[in-house]
């Protein structure tokens, strides 16, 4: 930033929401006073062309009335301004105004007025040529060295540069390889023309080059006499800077050499008259305008450009003498001369600002008020030292990493979630296989202490879920007031979700403009993606959770989910997931378990998660407080395991899918070249069944690539039911070691580290890398396992192994009375290091000696399976 700003000199704000760029600006005696002060003649892209005679104001002060000579609107949108000798006959200054397919010239001319209001000016128009192609922009000069009279050349966005000897329409000439137009600039020491063309290299073509060559009307004949008869326009010389340019200037001040000067996107380029290179200037910034001005001392040239940054940077070839701060981004920088003052520097931005300014500080009045002596009291000093040291040991042992919320936030985002289930469904493009998939209606509302500004709100649900209006806009709320949004939530995908929650963001500007953010989550209920239905007895998987209360009755925990009331039906309710298989929760009349089974191993995740927040709810309500549920089963590694291989498999399908995609890919822009120069060729020749190759290779292309989308689609859906399946192993090691929601917390981040899969970074290598770290620190056993080295590349492992040996290894080391912590004291002293790859863990001894044992324990399926036939204890009816 710099240290001096740009001192306003006079400034305006020209017109209400217009719009300016780099030619909407032009200094000039336009009226032809004679008095050497300069007019600011300003035209907008809506039309309205506006001239400025500024005069200075006291500090505060706003324009006079009488600054603005003329404002007038004409019917097109004005691209360019520029004042020359225009007219024949006379050698007064003119404006040339250029319009899109129109170029007008006026004359200015002012009438002295006889009351206190000023003069009066008015424009007068003296011709206009309608032109046959869009315009870009224009130059103008004594082109092939004409005494007395400017000519005028114009670009059209197609490359031809039409040439008009002032009232009559000379040539135009297309200028070769073009493809998008570029900034144009004339220099009347070489009489050529120069532009910076798509090639991003400089080009000069002479004007007498220009003048000779043979007349086009259409670009296709143009093409066509490059092969034929007429000379063929070829450019003086040309440079190439590798970017491309905002502007050109070609200036000479004195007897001095002119200079080209060329401002890129990061680099300002001073090339001389031939093409040859005199300095370059590398830029740390992005430039907006630039101007050429003066040279101070021979042989340099001082130089403005603008920048992005709201700066204005003052350069001698490439020494930077000044930086000044500006209110604003200049699109573009004159050097006037007005009365009183010369060389203002008189900037315009894209909205319309108008400033003139000059460079300097202001001297510093402020005087610093001298400070009583005073003895010091150094007993008074240690006793404020040793509050001081006691107050930042009690911050300390704190540890509060995040800042703590506000007693009162300015905004507060509240979520309503509708108790019952649309009457009419709005879901729209469900892939869920049950015809009518239901949908949920969510209220948020907004309220605000004060006034904010600029208000997003933005609603997210997790795939498969998905929401009518996902964002909503609100150009301000007013204090005390409230605004509102409404939507819907319904199940898109074709699989059960993991997670029945929802997070709305709201995005906001405070009154002095620090964008804040304020969020809040809701749940959505069980009813979304399921229904009743009859409970069934068989089932392939099945768990079992224990309590420790009495039973409770399973009408007073599922009300909405009873279709039958029987006491025969009072310990069992059926539920039927719309994109999932049928789960059925059975309670114990004797004992205090529940069991709840399904016929896909991820369906019960969500049930069980269900039941067990019922029963803290049921619990609570009756004030019991040591309510506690646990899991005294086996952990179903092994079904865990089949599904973490299913989603691996997919992956590497997915691999492999892009390989081929990107080997016939690359057969097929072989076979295009080969064909290519076939039909080039001049003689005919047999295609040697090219072309039959060129299809077939197509059609395989579009068959992988439908193939890529499909496992992509599969891909997806068997990530979401490996996370409802992580969820459901993450809660039963829970409630079998009686985890507190800390170490629960730790276990979701390390095994659900990512939202979203993606072929880069998968969830295994994440999951690996994370269990890896939790089996080095706080579950370790020896400090030897922490010494090891760590590359830091995460990738796509061969297969998964080693992260099932960490999983079981984990578990193993929990069920030895293991301790999950993030702090430093862990169960060995140790230095803790957080790994970004993941390598094999050593076990001990003692682990190889039991690890059959825990295989059997945690892996048995079949164990498992048999156990849980048998039913909870007593009888489940």
Excluded at 335 to 350: I, N
Excluded at 499 to 518: K, M, N, R
Aim: charged share 20%; net charge negative; glycine share 6%.
């Amino acid at each position: 930033m710099s240290l001096f700003k740009a001192r306003e000199w006079w400034s305006t704000s020209v017109g209400e929401e217009e719009e300016f760029d780099q030619g909407c600006l032009c200094v000039a005696d336009v009226d032809n006073s004679g008095s050497g002060y300069d007019k600011v003649i300003v035209g907008s892209y809506m039309g309205f062309l506006r001239i400025y005679s500024p005069h200075p104001a006291k500090a505060g002060d706003e324009m006079k009335a009488e600054d603005l000579l003329l404002e007038v609107q004409l019917r097109n949108s004005i691209l360019q301004v520029e004042v020359g000798k225009f007219v024949s006959g006379t050698e007064l200054l003119h404006l040339a105004v250029l319009h899109p397919r129109k170029l007008c010239v006026y004359s200015v001319s002012g009438t002295l007025g006889n009351i206190e209001h000023g003069n009066q000016y008015q424009i007068k128009l003296m011709y206009e040529h309608n032109l046959q192609r869009t315009a870009c922009n224009m130059t103008y000069g004594p082109f092939g060295g004409v005494k007395g009279r400017d000519l005028i050349c114009i670009q059209s966005m197609d490359g031809m540069l039409m040439f008009f000897e002032q009232e009559s329409y000379a040539f135009g000439r297309f200028l070769p390889g073009f493809l998008l137009p570029g900034p144009l600039s004339y220099s009347c020491r070489t009489d050529a023309f120069i532009t910076v063309s798509s090639c991003r290299q400089v080009e000069s073509y002479k004007y007498q080059a220009l003048a000779v060559a043979t007349d086009a009307d259409t670009r296709q004949e143009a093409e066509q006499q490059k092969l034929g008869s007429g000379k063929r326009l070829v450019a003086d010389w040309v440079v190439s800077i590798g970017e491309q340019a905002l502007d050109i200037c070609i200036v000479s001040f004195g007897q001095a050499a002119s200079s080209v000067f060329v401002l890129g996107e990061r680099n300002f380029f001073c090339l001389k008259e031939n093409g040859q290179i005199r300095f370059m200037k590398k830029l740390e910034y992005n430039p907006s305008c630039f101007r050429p001005y003066a040279s101070v001392s021979e042989g340099t040239v001082n130089t403005l450009i603008g920048n992005h940054n709201n700066m204005m940077f003052i350069y001698q070839d490439v020494t930077l003498k000044w930086a000044a701060q500006l209110p604003y981004t200049p699109v573009t920088v004159h050097v006037a001369t007005f009365q009183d003052l010369k060389g203002v520097l008189v900037s315009l931005s894209d909205t319309g600002y108008l400033q003139c300014s000059y460079l300097g500080t202001d001297p510093m009045l402020f005087q610093a008020p001298k400070v009583d002596s005073r003895e010091v009291n150094y007993d008074e000093l240690d006793i404020e030292m040793k509050k001081l040291r006691k107050i930042i040991k009690q911050t300390e042992k704190s540890q509060d990493l995040l800042p703590r919320a506000r007693k009162e936030d300015d905004l507060t985002v509240i979520a309503a979630v509708s108790s019952n289930l649309d009457p009419v469904s709005q879901a729209t493009d469900s892939e869920a296989g049950d015809e009518h998939v239901p949908s949920v209606t969510v209220k948020i509302t907004v309220k605000t202490r004060i006034l904010v500004q600029n208000v997003k709100l933005s609603v997210s649900v997790q795939p498969p879920l998905a929401v009518t209006q996902d964002q909503f806009i609100f150009k301000s709320v007013e204090p005390a007031a409230c605004q509102f949004a409404t939507f819907a939530v319904f199940l898109k995908g074709n699989c059960s979700p993991a997670e029945l929650t929802g997070d709305a963001a709201v995005t906001y500007s405070s009154p002095t403009g620090i964008p804040q953010v304020a969020q809040c989550k809701f749940s959505l209920p069980l009813k979304l993606v399921c229904s009743p239905a009859q409970p069934s007895k068989n089932a392939n998987y099945k768990i079992t959770i224990d309590t420790n209360k009495p039973p409770v009755n399973l009408t007073s925990l599922f009300p909405d989910f009873l279709s039958q009331t029987d006491e025969e039906q009072m310990n069992v309710v059926g539920f039927q997931l719309i994109a999932g298989s049928r789960v059925t929760l059975l309670a114990s009349k004797t004992s205090q378990r529940y069991r709840i089974q399904s016929e896909q191993f991820e369906d019960l995740w969500l049930i069980t998660k269900e039941l067990i927040q019922r029963f803290e709810k049921h619990f609570a309500v009756q004030g019991v407080k040591d309510f506690m549920c646990s899991f005294s089963g086996t952990i179903p590694l092994q079904e865990y395991f089949d599904m973490m291989d299913h989603h691996f498999e997919l992956r590497l399908n997915g691999v492999k899918y892009q390989e081929l995609l990107s080997e016939r890919a690359v057969q097929f822009r072989a076979i295009q070249r080969r064909l290519l120069a076939r039909f080039k060729d001049k003689t005919p020749a047999s295609l040697q069944n090219l072309d039959v190759l060129l299809d077939g290779t197509y059609r395989q292309i579009i068959s992988l690539a439908d193939a890529v989308e499909e496992n992509q689609r599969s891909l997806s859906k068997a990530f979401t039911r490996l996370k409802s399946a992580t969820h459901l192993v993450i809660t039963l090691i829970g409630l079998w070691q009686n985890l507190n929601k800390e170490q629960v917390a730790i276990l979701e981040s390390a095994f659900l580290p990512i939202l979203q899969d993606m072929q880069e970074l998968g969830w295994e290598e994440s999951v690996d890398a994370a269990v890896s770290h939790l089996l080095r620190t706080c579950l370790s056993k020896s400090p030897k396992e922490q010494a090891l080295n760590l590359t830091s590349h995460l990738s796509m492992p061969k297969d998964n192994s080693r992260m099932k040996k960490h999983i079981t290894l984990l578990c193993d080391r929990l069920g030895k009375g293991g301790r999950l912590c993030l702090s430093s004291e862990s169960n060995v002293q140790q230095a803790v290091i957080i790994p970004d790859s993941c390598s094999t863990i050593h076990e001990s001894d003692q682990e190889e000696k039991v690890n059959g044992d825990t295989t059997k324990q945690f892996n048995n399926h079949t164990n498992l399976a048999n156990k849980t036939k048998q039913g909870p204890e007593g009888d489940t009816g």
